[in-house]
C-alpha cells in the first residue's frame, strides 16, 4: 500500500488520535421491533409520551454498549428518537414545513412518496432542535459520542426555489445566512454540552453526479455546477464558529431506504469543488457498489483531510469478503495517503425507521468486520 509519497508504506502507520477513527460508522441503527411497536402506541395515543422516553433511554443505553463492546472508539444513539434522518431535525426549524412530494424522484423499485422541506417563514431556532438526544448519549457513552445532523444544503436542494418562500426570502443570499445561524446555534449549544465530533449528512453532493438529476436541476433553473460550491458555503457557514478542538465530518451517500437508493454515477463531476472548498476534517464517502464510481476522483482531496471509505454495505444481509476490503483499500490509497484512510459502513442501516432490509445479527456482524479489518490494516489502531 502506498506511504505519503506513494510507495510502499515501511514506518510505522500512524494511530488517529482524534475522529474520524479507523474504525467508524454513519450513525442510524435498526430500530428494535420493541422500540417501533412502542412509537406506533404513541402515534395512536395508547402510551404515554414518558413511557416512549423511558424505552428509548433504555435502548439506546443497549445499544451503546453493544457498539463500546465490539470496539468502536465511536458510539451513536442509532437515531432511535428520530423517524427520519432528515426531517425530524429540519421540521424543528422555525419556518420550516415537511410535506408529501408526488413529483420528487422515487427511490428505484418503489412508488412511496418523499417528502420536501417547505421554507414558508423565516428561518429560526426558537428551541433545540435535537440537543437533548446529544446529551443523553454523552451521559451514557464511555466511547466518543457523534451526533449526526442533516445538511443545511437539504433546505434546498429538494425543492429547489420553489420550495423557499418568494415573499419570506427574495434574497436567497438571505436564506442561506439564516440557515447558517439557525445551524451554528445548535452546534454552540452541542459543543457546550461535550460534543466534540458531528457528522453533518449531505446527499445533494453525490445526487450531482447523476445525470437525471442534474437535468431536473437544469429544468427547475439551477446550474448543477455552481450548486455544489453554494452547498460548500453553506456547510461552511454553519460550521463556522465551532471550537477548535470540534471534529466535523461530512457523510454523503446516493439514497438509502428500504434498502433501494436514488442516485448513480462517480464523484468527478463534484469531487475539485466539494474536496477542497468545504472546510469539514473528513469525508465519509459511499463506495460499497459500481454505482459510486472509481477512487480517481479522490485524487482531488487535500492532504491531511481523512477519507472514510464506506466499502461495508448496509443494504444486503451479505458479509463483504475482508480480503476484498484490504485490496480496495488499497486501490484507495493510490489517490489517498493510508494514514489519511478509515473504514465504515457506506451508510446507517436504517435512515428511517423502517430500515434497510437486513437482520440486527446482519448489522452488528457488519460492524463488527469493519473494527477487525480496521485493526488489520492499520495495525490495531
Known amino acids: 500500500m502506498r506511504g505519503e509519497e506513494g510507495t510502499a508504506a515501511s514506518s510505522p502507520r500512524s ?16 430500530r428494535p421491533p420493541e422500540l417501533k411497536e412502542a412509537r406506533a402506541k404513541a402515534e395512536r395515543g395508547e ?11 433504555r435502548l439506546i443505553r443497549e445499544a451503546v454498549a453493544r457498539q463500546e463492546g465490539i470496539g468502536l472508539e465511536v458510539v451513536t444513539d442509532g437515531e432511535f428518537r428520530r423517524g427520519w434522518w432528515n426531517h425530524d431535525f429540519l421540521g ?8 408529501v412530494d408526488q413529483k420528487s424522484v422515487k427511490f428505484v423499485g418503489s412508488d412511496d412518496p418523499r417528502y420536501t422541506p417547505q421554507v414558508r417563514g423565516k ?15 454523552h451521559s451514557v457513552a464511555t466511547k466518543t459520542a457523534k451526533f449526526c445532523m442533516p445538511s443545511p444544503s437539504i433546505l434546498y436542494h429538494r425543492g429547489g426555489r420553489a420550495a423557499v418562500s418568494r415573499e419570506v ?21 452541542l459543543a457546550a ?33 455552481t450548486l455544489p460550491l453554494t452547498y460548500a458555503r453553506a456547510v461552511n457557514a454553519a460550521i463556522a464558529e465551532r471550537p477548535a478542538d470540534m471534529t466535523i465530518v461530512m457523510h454523503t451517500c446516493r439514497g438509502n431506504w428500504k434498502s433501494t437508493w436514488l442516485a448513480e454515477g462517480g464523484y468527478e463531476p463534484v469531487a475539485e469543488t466539494v474536496f477542497n472548498e468545504t472546510k469539514v476534517d473528513g469525508f465519509f464517502l459511499e463506495y460499497d457498489s459500481d454505482r459510486a464510481g472509481s477512487f480517481a476522483p479522490l485524487r482531488f482531496v487535500p492532504r491531511g483531510k481523512k477519507v472514510v471509505l ?14 476484498e476490503i484490504k485490496r480496495r483499500i488499497e486501490e484507495a490509497a493510490k489517490y489517498v495517503p493510508l494514514e489519511d484512510l478509515c473504514l465504515s459502513p457506506q451508510c446507517g442501516f436504517a435512515s428511517s425507521h423502517h430500515g434497510n432490509q ?17 485493526r488489520e490494516v492499520w495495525n490495531g489502531a
Request: charged share 30%.
Open 47 to 57: 402510551l404515554p409520551a414518558q413511557a416512549l422516553r423511558a424505552l428509548e433511554d
Open 193 to 225: 454540552s461535550g460534543c466534540r465530533y458531528i457528522q453533518i449528512d449531505d446527499t445533494s453532493f453525490s445526487f450531482m453526479c447523476d445525470d437525471k438529476f442534474r437535468a431536473s436541476c437544469l429544468a427547475r433553473g439551477d446550474d448543477p455546477d
Open 92 to 99: 424543528r426549524i422555525g419556518g420550516v414545513e415537511i410535506m
Open 169 to 189: 426570502y427574495p434574497d436567497m443570499e438571505e436564506f442561506w445566512a439564516d440557515a447558517g445561524r439557525v445551524y451554528g446555534e445548535e452546534i454552540r449549544d
Open 15 to 30: 494511530k488517529t488520535p482524534r475522529p474520524p477513527y479507523r474504525a467508524d460508522q454513519v450513525g442510524s441503527l435498526l
Open 358 to 374: 437486513l437482520s440486527q445479527d446482519d448489522q452488528w456482524r457488519k460492524l463488527e468486520l469493519v473494527v477487525e479489518v480496521a
Open 310 to 323: 464506506g466499502l461495508v454495505s448496509t443494504k444486503t444481509p451479505v458479509l463483504e469478503d475482508r480480503g
Open 123 to 137: 428561518l429560526r431556532r426558537n428551541q433545540p432542535m435535537m440537543l437533548d438526544h446529544f446529551r443523553y448519549l
